[in-house]
């Protein structure tokens, strides 16, 4: 499985950026797709996750009611759409894949096999 995070930029607070993570190779019949955040010096951040196939998604409290995680029909692209930004938002934006295993959703970096080159997002104040 490859992905492929795009969509990064330099933004202002309140401003809006849609990341892209496009999947390729082997693609699970049914997985989990995350995206996850790391700034500088801290460790890297669940940040919303979604089944494939099913499309339940989970957030964390950081990105509820900010961002939403969703796919393309094909399902072969997730988004991240961020819309009133902050400057804490800025890290670097990772895209991850593991297959289901029955639970609802994973949080954690180390429970990832698949994980994109990361892309960065700056919120200036």
């Known amino acids: 499985v490859q992905l492929q995070a795009s969509g990064g930029g330099l933004v202002q607070a309140g401003d809006s950026l849609r990341l892209s993570c496009a999947t390729s190779g082997r693609v699970f019949r049914s997985s989990y797709m995350a995206w996850f955040r790391q700034a500088p010096e801290k460790e890297r951040e669940f940040v919303a996750g979604?089944?494939?196939?099913?499309?339940?998604?989970f957030y964390a409290d950081s990105a509820k009611g900010r961002f939403t995680i969703s796919s393309d029909n094909a399902e072969n692209t997730v988004y991240l759409q961020m819309n009133s930004l902050k400057p804490e938002d800025t890290a670097v934006y990772y895209c991850?894949?593991?297959?289901?295993?029955?639970?609802?959703?994973?949080?954690?970096?180390?429970?990832?096999?698949?994980w994109g080159q990361g892309t960065q997002v700056t919120v200036s104040s």
């Open positions: 991850a894949a593991r297959s289901l295993t029955g639970r609802d959703y994973y949080t954690r970096a180390e429970e990832y096999n698949y």
């Open positions: 979604l089944r494939r196939g099913g499309g339940t998604s």
